[in-house]
């Protein structure tokens, strides 16, 4: 990952059109009304094979209007984060002395700034994009989000302005793995049992830990990171700016770790913000375990753990390879059933497999059931290979990439997890061409 880059400006330039154009997805409003994006939104994209995180943020109003303080706050905290500063403004209005008093913020955070200028939607337009560099700035770059005009031109200027992906602080042998969830659940105190001492600060008000710890270690002769991170509870405009800072960390510290550890509330029902945090640990390719904490509060029955993972792959079934483990860190009760996973998920998580193997098992999921016709034509898999591990990926060589459904793509990860213990790992699958 290569670093953050924070949009931002006045309302109704396009902000949230450019985050939607850069990442690819509609995941920003788009309204005509100012002000409709109130909160900082987070995405991942790619551009000429770097990664890098983008932050759309509210627009900034200096005045004194409705969330004009919660607004300005928050843009604040993105711009302390972000390593590279785009400033969205309009073609059509000219420089205003909104844009200026904007531009006087920016620049006093001494970071890369760039001003994307939207809405040149025709060559007549481009010309004015000259009078914007009166505000001072040396980059200025004319694009428009509707149309997709100059935006090869703004990325790959983002791209040389953020900082080289910086290489891991640990030793390569050193196993990383984070704590999340939300706040309240235990995940300090369970930090707290697994290197028995107070390290971390433990208290039941939640939100206490705001910022992610790294805690380095030892066991069995192995080196490990646990990272206790910041409860990730769902946003509301009520919360102080500190709350909504701590997300992004925690965000982080998943991306860096090699395993992350969802702990939950066995006290309560599974919620939807659960849901949401184990849905974007698996959505960057992590390998997962499912802590069931407080599990010496829970009236059980013999069959109470069988109960209790049959619910939880029922309402999260996108982690239906994901060991869950019951414990009670508090009374440090089942803790090294943990401990003992990680060293299992992990191992799992570099396993390669020989290739001559693996076309085995593949070439016998093919012939027990050919993928439908597409278009007329029959799919083939020529070829498979693992390109890689953590997570493992695996190389299909088809006769067109392109038509595979994904139902049964994940019908030959069925069957790879059938013959290989891959427990705990996302499975990606890459498919190319037959000639390539």
């Not at 390998?287 to 599990?295: F, G, L, P, S």
Request: proline fraction near 3%; hydrophobic fraction near 40%; charged fraction near 25%.
């Amino acid at each position: 990952m290569r670093g953050v880059v924070a949009i931002i400006g006045r309302p109704n330039v396009g902000k949230s059109s450019l985050f939607n154009r850069i990442i690819g997805e509609r995941l920003s409003i788009t309204d005509d009304a100012s002000g409709v994006t109130r909160d900082r939104i987070y995405g991942k994209t790619s551009w000429l094979n770097q990664d890098f995180s983008v932050i759309d943020t509210g627009g900034i109003i200096l005045k004194d209007e409705p969330f004009s303080r919660e607004i300005r706050a928050q843009a604040e905290l993105a711009i302390d984060e972000a390593d590279v500063l785009v400033m969205v403004v309009d073609v059509r209005t000219g420089v205003i002395q909104e844009d200026t008093d904007v531009i006087k913020l920016l620049l006093s955070s001494s970071k890369p700034l760039i001003v994307a200028v939207n809405k040149v939607d025709n060559n007549e337009l481009m010309n004015d994009i000259y009078d914007f560099y009166s505000l001072g700035v040396e980059y200025v770059v004319g694009i428009s989000c509707l149309h997709g005009i100059g935006m090869g031109n703004l990325l790959d200027l983002i791209i040389e302005k953020l900082p080289e992906e910086q290489k891991s602080i640990y030793e390569a042998d050193v196993i990383k793995y984070c704590l999340i969830g939300q706040p309240n659940v235990g995940k300090s105190t369970l930090a707290n049992s697994i290197i028995g001492e107070q390290r971390t600060i433990v208290s039941d008000i939640p939100g206490t830990t705001r910022d992610s710890i790294d805690i380095l270690y030892r066991r069995n002769n192995k080196s490990y990171v646990v990272i206790d991170t910041a409860g990730i509870r769902k946003q509301k405009k009520s919360y102080e700016n500190a709350e909504k800072y701590s997300y992004l960390r925690a965000i982080k510290a998943i991306e860096r770790s090699d395993i992350a550890v969802l702990v939950l509330d066995g006290t309560k029902d599974l919620e939807e913000q659960d849901k949401r945090i184990a849905g974007y640990a698996r959505s960057v390719n992590r390998a997962m375990i499912i802590v069931y904490n407080k599990w010496d509060l829970v009236a059980k029955d013999e069959n109470s753990m069988a109960k209790i993972e049959k619910m939880l792959i029922t309402h999260m079934p996108f982690l239906s390879f994901v060991p869950i483990i019951f414990l009670s860190a508090f009374k440090k009760e089942r803790v090294h059933t943990l401990l003992d996973k990680i060293d299992e998920v992990y191992e799992n998580f570099n396993r390669r497999v020989p290739t001559s193997l693996l076309n085995n098992v593949l070439l016998d999921a093919y012939l027990l059931n050919p993928p439908a016709y597409f278009q007329g034509n029959l799919i083939k898999i020529s070829y498979s290979t693992q390109e890689d591990v953590m997570p493992p990926t695996f190389v299909l060589f088809v006769n067109n990439e392109k038509n595979m459904h994904f139902s049964y793509l994940r019908y030959l990860e069925n069957k790879i997890r059938e013959t290989f213990n891959f427990e705990g790992c996302p499975i990606r699958f890459v498919l190319r061409k037959k000639n390539d």
